[in-house]
């Protein structure tokens, strides 16, 4: 089982900006469909962003024009640029494949506040 690492999160004022990255143990090439995901507090974990091998990608409308992700196959790493952050993108962001998600990683804290 690949295991994957999240980081990159951390506090951020409203309208900024952070890239977070998912460092997998090993290699992602194989894996069609990578996505993050993220979880409020006393919300159910949403899909966000989706990547498939090759570059056609998919976002959740709360997220679309402001998050972009990326893959690397060749570090093995899956990447999203989140801009124009508010306060309704708190949350623990987490990396997956899709559409079964294997052992989720421990994530990464993003807090939007001022």
């Known amino acids: 089982q690949v295991q994957l690492v999240e980081s990159g999160g951390g506090l951020v004022q409203p309208g900024g900006s952070l890239r977070l990255s998912c460092a997998a143990s090993g290699s992602i090439s194989g894996i069609y469909s990578m996505g993050w995901y993220r979880q409020a507090p006393g919300k159910q974990r949403e899909l966000v962003a989706s990547?498939?091998?090759?570059?056609?990608?998919y976002y959740a409308d709360s997220v679309k024009g402001r998050f972009t992700i990326s893959r690397d196959n060749a570090k093995n790493t899956v990447y999203l640029q989140m801009n124009s952050l508010n306060a309704e993108d708190t949350a623990v962001y987490y990396c997956?494949?899709?559409?079964?998600?294997?052992?989720w990683g421990q994530g990464t804290q993003v807090i939007v506040s001022s």
């Open positions: 997956n494949r899709l559409p079964a998600p294997g052992p």
């Open positions: 990547i498939i091998s090759g570059s056609k990608t």
